[in-house]
């Protein structure tokens, strides 16, 4: 008896959503094409269009890069560019990290 009703469960489980997919419903489209722009729609449409294009064209170019830490800086360290981080960066992965011979790390001679 049980495995009879737990048979109807899961008939039941599994018809639910095969029902629901049946053809025998009415087939609403939610995403109906809405009514066509008008003539005036369209012309309103490209007079924003042109408004915005020309708002862009009235943006200020950017005079050079930005440094927000400008004012944070020391006047004795330089200013980072970058080129000088580029180059920094060759340099720095191609030095070896090897003390000079006859030196300790203390810097006295052996």
Partial sequence: MKILHA???LIALFAGPAFAQDSGSPHINL???GPAKTPEEIEKA???ERAYKDTLKT???A???SDPWGNVRSEGQPKASAKSKAKAATHTSQAKNVAPKG????GSTN
């Fill in 7 to 9: 048979s109807i469960v």
């Fill in 31 to 33: 995403l109906a094409d």
């Fill in 46 to 48: 490209k007079e924003v």
């Fill in 59 to 61: 943006i200020p170019n």
């Fill in 63 to 65: 005079t050079g890069p």
């Fill in 103 to 106: 030196r300790g790390p203390s």
